[in-house]
């Protein structure tokens, strides 16, 4: 499995904004996968985009993938307090193996 | 609630003592992964069970080592411990097949090791 790169690292919006996070990637991939983490629990799954895919939506949620640049990106709409946490894409190629990078940590101010 | 449980939530130990760790699967999954978050960094895979057999392993030494039981419920166990092992342990459970790529993580076990 190879390691995706978050960015940006931390990302702070009011209430209400739009929040756009990416992710880069180095080899082909068959899918790419968004997990949520709200301060020190567990990894949420949010949504899964497969390599045959350039967009997909779940409620507030629109991931876009270009394998051509090797990057992903995961807008989140009307964004809300509880939507405060980080975010980990995770490439797969595979494996059933996730490897994450560091993650973007998102803060949306009420 | 992903249906992914782990015990315990915390936990301290002292240097050079042992831990280990239970992670109970959600039904159906025959497959478990574990991973270890320092602060501030993404999870680390350390390794994954797939029918009670490890199956892929990350880079970490053979002081951490696993089981997988025919119920999925599964163990890490962290021998020699040092004090940077002090992390969040998450185990996630997923059904390898047709989309078993997704996995479901449990909320974690909170080690302090000093």
Aim: proline share 4%; aromatic share 8%; charged share 15%.
């Amino acid at each position: 499995s190879q390691q995706g790169e978050e960015d940006p690292q931390a990302l702070s919006i009011q209430e209400g904004e739009n929040a756009t996070m990416n992710c880069s990637y180095k080899t082909s991939i068959n899918n790419l996968q968004w997990y949520r983490q709200n301060s020190g629990r567990g990894l949420v799954h949010l949504i899964l985009i497969r390599s045959n895919e350039r967009e997909k939506h779940s409620g507030r949620l629109r991931v876009t993938l270009d394998t051509s640049k090797k990057s992903s990106s995961l807008l989140i709409t009307a964004s809300r307090a509880a939507d405060t946490a980080s975010y980990f894409c995770a490439p797969g190629a595979g494996s059933y193996q996730l490897t994450f990078g560091k993650g973007t940590k998102l803060s949306v101010i009420p | 609630e992903t249906g992914v449980t782990q015990s315990p939530t915390h936990l301290i130990k002292t240097r050079g003592q042992q831990v280990t760790l239970r992670c109970s699967s959600q039904s159906g999954h025959n497959t478990v992964s574990w991973y270890q978050q320092a602060l501030g960094q993404g999870p680390q895979f350390i390794f994954q069970y797939y029918r009670e057999e490890e199956n892929g392993r990350g880079n970490f030494p053979p002081r951490f080592s696993g089981l997988q039981f025919p119920n999925y419920s599964s163990e890490l166990n962290v021998n020699a411990l040092e004090l940077d092992d002090s992390a969040l342990y998450l185990c996630a459970s997923s059904l390898r097949g047709l989309g078993g790529e997704t996995q479901y993580f449990g909320p974690g076990t909170r080690l302090l090791v000093l």
